[in-house]
């Protein structure tokens, strides 16, 4: 009898785990969004063929590198593509790649081609489809025959599963089961049909910015040169900061900063800084020796007039350091700088023009035995040959990256201990950016 039940049960979970896959693809065309089944593997792995994947209407498209699109292929009228964004134009055309291809597409497609961008992903659903096309019966056959067998297992035996007392409840639920099936068929086909793909030569591509999950992440980070943290800010809710590295590092984000929400169509989210020292998000873990070779990374947007820091490294986790640095921070008049300490001095250098313009704007800092660099925007705008910064030794103790504010000691023209602004995507890295990754990095986006 207890053979019988887990039996029973397994069926049934894996036929309401099937209907359930079905019924959240085809829920969303409801209300406009496009369900569709990959027909190709040119964007493994991180679809599929035979997966379905829903789009989602987007005002912008080019707004929107490094997300998968669902749109016309412009290479085979009547079909659409389901390829990654890689970025737009000068024309405004867009540039899109298979995640499995080796090159970007050979035409660029127009922004009113595109149908949306895909946020959910219900794996190997659409199998039959394929199978249909391709004319491989015997697979639909005996998915038929094994979708029927686990209905028999799973409703078919009387007296299997005395917990069904109601026959009606009992005759009910496989009903439902069909329903949902023929409803899923009807709205894929009448909503998009088939998505193809063309394919270049096949590569591996590990860095994909999707995972293998039955939802996109649209909101998770791929970390680009293996950041030693980094706080993309996605979670939405809490006071929890996730280290999107890999390393572990969660952070705490403190009551002086909030979270400024994001979405899945371009605007990322954010987290909101206040002018005081306990405004950020503290890392964990023991200290460390302040570190001669690094790079620190930011994006900011900022209308302040009153300065104050964005990223650094500080002799304590919170409150107000003894002595900071390593650091990057704005004056009163906007002007972005970078500075260190030296023999006890601070040396500082400093990019030309301002940058509290209310604008997103990107920063990275780095020290190595080849000097200091000041990026801004994916530009190298300062530089200058000096390779050590000060080691705290008179104070008996390592250090902390801090991401926010500390001390305003060392920082001049500035009012506030934190910059009061917008941030995302701040990271540390335990080498030395060159100028092609900042670039990169920065063309990325946030």
């Known amino acids: 009898m207890h053979v019988t039940l887990v039996i029973t049960t397994l069926a049934r979970i894996i036929l309401f785990a099937v209907a359930s896959c079905l ?19 040119s964007m493994a792995p991180a679809v599929r063929a035979g997966d379905i994947v ?7 498209p080019a707004a929107s590198p490094g997300r998968v699109l669902l749109f016309e292929d412009p290479d085979h009228p009547g079909q659409l593509r389901l390829h990654r964004l890689v970025g737009p134009t000068a024309e405004g055309l867009l540039i899109t790649r298979g ?4 090159t970007t597409d050979s035409t660029p497609v127009t922004p009113d081609d595109v149908h949306g961008v895909a946020v959910l992903r219900a794996p190997a659903i659409g199998l039959p489809f394929l199978w249909a096309r391709e004319g491989r019966w015997e ?5 038929v025959v094994a979708t029927l067998g686990l209905g028999v297992v799973a409703f078919g035996r009387r007296n299997a599963h005395r917990a069904d007392s109601d026959p009606a409840v009992a005759r009910a639920i496989p009903s439902a089961l069909a329903v949902i099936a023929a409803v899923t068929v009807v709205t894929v086909i009448g909503s998009s049909g088939t998505a193809h793909a063309a394919y270049a030569s096949q590569s591996p591509n590990p860095s994909t910015a999707l995972a293998a999950a039955p939802t996109f992440g649209c909101l998770v980070e791929t970390p680009l040169d293996s950041p030693s943290l980094l706080y993309a800010v996605n979670e939405g809710t809490g006071t929890t900061a996730t280290d999107a590295s890999g390393n572990g590092r969660t952070g705490t984000i403190l009551a002086g900063a909030t979270r400024e929400v994001g979405d ?8 909101a800084l206040a002018a005081a020292v306990t405004s950020g998000i ?6 460390i020796a302040p570190p001669n070779t690094f790079s620190i990374e930011i994006w900011f947007r900022t209308t302040s007039t009153g300065g104050g820091q964005l990223i650094g490294f500080g002799e304590s986790a919170t409150g107000t350091s003894a002595v900071a640095d390593r650091r990057i921070w704005m004056t009163t008049g906007g002007g972005l700088r970078f500075s260190i300490r ?24 780095t020290l190595s035995s080849a000097g200091m660099r000041l990026y801004v925007d994916g530009v190298l705008e300062a530089s200058n040959t000096r390779t050590t910064a000060y080691h705290y030794n008179p104070y008996g103790s390592d250090g902390f990256w801090r991401v926010g504010g500390d001390t305003t000691t060392g920082m001049s023209g500035v009012l506030d201990a934190t910059l009061v602004s917008s941030i995302d995507n701040a990271a540390v890295y335990t080498t030395a950016l060159s100028a ?9 986006g946030r």
């Open 54 to 60: 829903v789009a989602m209407p987007v005002a912008d």
């Open 99 to 102: 995640d499995a291809n080796a």
């Open 436 to 444: 092609s990754r900042v670039a990169a990095h920065y063309a990325a």
């Open 23 to 41: 019924f959240w693809s085809a829920i969303p065309t409801l209300w406009g969004w496009k369900a569709t089944t990959v027909m190709s593997d």
């Open 139 to 143: 697979l639909i056959l005996g998915a």
């Open 264 to 271: 899945c169509v371009g605007t990322s989210p954010s987290l």
């Open 342 to 365: 030296q023999n006890n001095t601070v040396r500082t250098l400093n990019a030309p023009g301002t940058y509290h313009d209310g604008g997103w704007h990107h920063a990275v800092a």
């Open 282 to 287: 503290t890392v964990p873990g023991a200290a």
